[in-house]
């Protein structure tokens, strides 16, 4: 079977820096101070909030809108982003036949409705019919929808008509990791020609945080850089709302519609590594960065998805230590954990820099170096703030 | 000489082990039993109260260790139990599958005994909600409840149990995420990137909440009184899904491996097609066609015309809408020869199994082929005279079946098919 190049030809980006990729790419050129983070709403926890959003732009039916809870609506929005950029948006047999890979998490409970049963629960022996008699009275219908993980996916088929095949993939950051490595493989092998990969993640909301703090990994405020907080309150990670869409070509397919490619992708390591023990993740994160980058030039920027989390982070600073050539950026320092769309992002932020040749400034000038380099390949990492891991390498095409 | 490739020069895919678990039982063997008795393993509700509730059965498997522990803790054993009798059955060695994992799982939220729980801990102001529940997480604890709270934790857990490579992927694709977990195994051996896969499907999820969630779309049938006939697909009196639980499993291997390695091939995956509808998150396009491109598409991936599939398993879900449909999208394909065209509906008797039962229903349709009987539709009394099929009503067929189509359609718009043979060519 011939191999096919992989392309990276549509770039959807929103963040608490904006949308789309001019906007990142100005906010990130302007290096640490550009991060805009909320350490009140939740605290004692920070968050970098999403900016405002004209839903109405990439969603144009208003209840195509109501039918979607936040995080819907942003992955929804960041993949007509995307489609956009390709030039595929209103193409309508490029989307017919486009295969869709989304990673998602759960969509956001109604905080209302739990609070009532959690109140009322103080008061009854009967929770279990407490639970039928609210949530038979209370709970909107349509929810459900809006919280199930494949309704990302299937807003993107009816708002923007993407009805190739459609994969959704649950489990934090490993799912975006495993979507982008299915992704690459489809086309790789000639199963796919394009594909629209990407995820969301709406961090401001109660529910969202308790699933990173049941497992005790939120930073408590005041804000410090990703590589400085082992030793503050809390377990490191302070989260993000934001999503990232890719749509991947091969690379005929994208020369003959004439798209020029941000970069392409050229090797995707994916993992599942033993952190038990600190010295043995550690290496195991040091050999997959080889294994995903090769040989590379005597520098090479490193675009991290480092989360905060101690021991993830930790050992992902460790291993590029021993990595000589490494020059790392923390994008989470500007735009918080955007968990499922943590890979993605990275990826995203790699082909944004090679396309601009240029590097991005320290995020972080403490622990990052300056990159006086050539940007042929950049590296995209996310080490999960507490299982699986991933890695790519973006190359100019 | 074995030919190992197919029409399309891919490698092809075996299937040398798979295990079942649904309301009927434990194992292919005792499932099959029931199945081709025409047995129901629809019943009351036990599992919690059913005040207030407008149905009160459903096909919950009742009968495991952690049935009761939690939906995290049921679909966990649903799982691995399927795998563990899949693996045996393909001859591999239990804990080290050495081949990737793809985990068809339902979206398992906290669930509410967590958050009681955690509530209870917390002290302070009554009226707090999830500041409380916060402030017990930030006091560290919640350890346990964090593990559950992980979209990969089961797959995680099933990876360490099974000895199987790399980062496992689980999925959901709503009601045909079990058709999808086999589709990404076939096409991870076709790509040449492993030898074998291990594809499960398992939901043990029907909680109170997510019953009243399905209960709020409409859903789900509401004839409590005789559990065992409420699930009626292609009947006249069909009303709504039986909502259920349950579990799939299988090894599925390049055929060279196979052959090569003496292991009995079971059946051949010979064919795997989707589409998405773009119409609407609960109702399909009107005209039936990305169905009907679903199926059309499974076809062209295995190679095979219209006249050459035996038995179709249909989704056959007992909703209004979904029998009706599925209906309309295969005479579309299959034209006057549907009506002659034997099509069951499992979810007669085990209910739907949501995330599981594009797994369960390829399991039983691997049965089908290996023991030459085709599973009745039972509950078949009054038939719904719009729609004229063969539905093998109420009592098995002695038929010899070399080919089956089996069809998934989720919400979301999830349209996935399977095609498989018994023979390779």
Redesign the interface.
């Known amino acids: 079977?011939s191999e096919h190049d992989v392309a990276i030809t549509g770039i959807g980006l929103v963040s608490s820096l904006g949308e789309g990729t001019d906007a990142h790419w100005q906010k990130l050129q302007a290096g640490g101070d550009a991060a805009l983070i909320d350490c009140d709403r939740f605290a004692?926890y920070c968050v970098h909030p999403l900016p405002e959003i004209d839903w109405g732009l990439q969603i144009p039916k208003r209840g195509d809108q109501r039918?979607m809870e936040t995080w819907q609506r942003l992955g929804t929005y960041t993949a007509g982003l995307a489609l956009e950029d390709a030039g595929i948006k209103d193409d309508i047999e490029l989307c017919a036949s486009m295969d869709?890979v989304a990673a998602?998490?759960?969509g956001e409970?109604d905080?209302e409705v739990?609070?009532s049963?959690?109140?009322e629960?103080?008061r009854r022996n009967?929770?279990?019919?407490l639970?039928?008699?609210k949530?038979?009275t209370e709970?909107r219908?349509?929810?459900?929808?809006a919280q199930?993980?494949?309704?990302l996916?299937?807003?993107i088929?009816?708002v923007h008509?993407?009805?190739?095949?459609?994969?959704?993939?649950?489990?934090?950051e490993?799912?975006g990791?495993?979507a982008i490595e299915?992704a690459v493989?489809?086309i790789r092998?000639g199963?796919s020609s394009h594909v629209l990969v990407g995820a969301a993640f709406q961090c401001e909301h109660?529910?969202m945080?308790?699933?990173y703090?049941?497992?005790?990994f939120?930073h408590?405020a005041p804000w410090r850089p990703v590589a400085d907080r082992e030793a503050a309150p809390?377990g490191g990670v302070v989260t993000g709302s934001g999503a990232a869409f890719l749509v991947l070509e091969s690379s005929e397919h994208a020369a003959a519609r004439n798209r020029r490619a941000y970069a392409g992708i050229t090797s995707v390591v994916?993992?599942?590594a033993n952190r038990s023990d600190a010295d043995r993740f550690e290496n195991e994160i040091l050999q997959m960065a080889h294994k995903a980058a090769g040989e590379n030039d005597p520098e090479l920027l490193v675009v991290s998805g480092a989360s905060g989390a101690h021991r993830a982070t930790l050992a992902e600073l460790g291993a590029f230590g021993d990595m000589p050539s490494a020059r790392l950026r923390c994008f989470s320092n500007m735009t918080g954990h955007l968990k499922e769309a943590q890979f993605p992002f990275a990826i995203a932020l790699a082909a944004l820099s090679i396309s601009k040749n240029t590097a991005f400034p320290t995020f972080d000038a403490n622990t990052e170096s300056d990159f006086n380099g050539d940007l042929r390949s950049v590296l995209a990492t996310s080490i999960?703030y507490?299982?699986?891991e991933?890695m790519a390498l973006v190359t100019a095409s | 000489m074995t030919k190992y490739t197919d029409h399309l020069d891919r490698p092809i895919v075996a299937v040398t082990g798979f295990g079942v678990v649904t309301s009927l039982g434990t194992g292919k063997n005792e499932n099959w039993r029931a199945l081709t008795e025409g047995k129901s393993g629809i019943h009351a509700i036990t599992r919690f109260p059913t005040d207030h509730l407008n149905t009160r059965i459903s096909g919950m498997v009742d009968f495991l260790e952690s049935s009761s522990k939690g939906p995290w803790e049921l679909t966990y054993e649903l799982a691995e139990t399927a795998a563990v009798e899949a693996t045996q059955q393909s001859g591999m060695d239990g804990d080290r599958f050495d081949g990737p994992l793809f985990l068809a799982a339902p979206p398992v939220e906290t669930d509410w005994n967590t958050r009681f729980a955690l509530n209870d801990m917390a002290g302070g102001e009554a009226d707090d909600g999830y500041r409380r529940l916060l402030d017990v997480a930030r006091r560290g604890d919640a350890k346990d409840a964090f593990e559950r709270s992980q979209f990969c934790s089961i797959a995680d857990h099933l990876a360490d149990r099974l000895g199987t490579s790399g980062l496992p992927i689980t999925l959901s694709t709503a009601c045909a995420s079990g058709a999808t977990a086999i589709q990404l195994g076939v096409e991870a051996i076709r790509r040449g990137e492993c030898q074998r896969a291990l594809t499960i499907g398992a939901d043990g999820s029907a909680t109170a909440e997510a019953l009243i969630r399905f209960s709020l779309l409409s859903a789900l049938s509401t004839q409590n009184d005789e559990p065992e006939a409420a699930s009626k697909p292609f009947s006249k009196g069909r009303d709504g899904f039986v909502m259920a639980e349950g579990s799939a499993a299988f090894v599925l291997e390049s055929l060279e491996n196979a052959v090569e390695r003496g292991a009995q091939v079971l059946g051949i995956v010979r064919g795997c097609g989707e589409q998405a509808d773009d119409f609407h998150r609960t109702r399909s396009k009107p005209d039936g066609s990305p169905a009907i491109g679903a199926v059309r598409a499974a076809l062209e991936d295995a190679g095979m015309a219209e006249d050459e599939i035996d038995y179709i398993n249909a989704h056959g879900t007992s909703t209004p809408e979904n029998d009706k449909m599925e209906y309309m999208s295969l005479s579309a394909v299959f034209g006057e020869r549907m009506k002659s065209i034997p099509i069951s509906s499992n979810k007669s008797m085990i209910g739907h199994t949501l995330s599981a039962a594009g797994a369960i229903e390829a399991a039983f349709s691997l049965m089908t082929m290996l023991e030459e009987t085709i599973p009745p539709t039972i509950n078949y009394e009054t038939p719904d005279p719009a729609i004229e099929l063969d539905v093998v009503p109420n009592v098995k067929r002695h038929a010899m079946i070399n080919s089956v189509l089996s069809n998934s359609f989720g919400f979301g718009g999830q349209n996935t098919c399977l095609v498989m043979t018994r023979e390779a060519v």
């Open positions: 079977m004692p039918q869709l998602a998490g759960g409970r905080v739990d609070r049963i959690l109140a629960s103080e009967d929770r279990d019919v639970i039928n008699e949530l038979t709970l219908p349509t929810l459900f929808l199930l993980s494949n309704l996916a299937g807003n088929s009816i008509k993407v009805t190739g095949s459609s994969r959704t993939f649950m489990g934090e490993g799912s990791v495993s299915t493989a489809r092998s199963q109660p529910d945080l308790l699933n703090e049941l497992g005790g939120l408590q809390g994916s993992g599942r999960g507490n299982r699986n991933g």
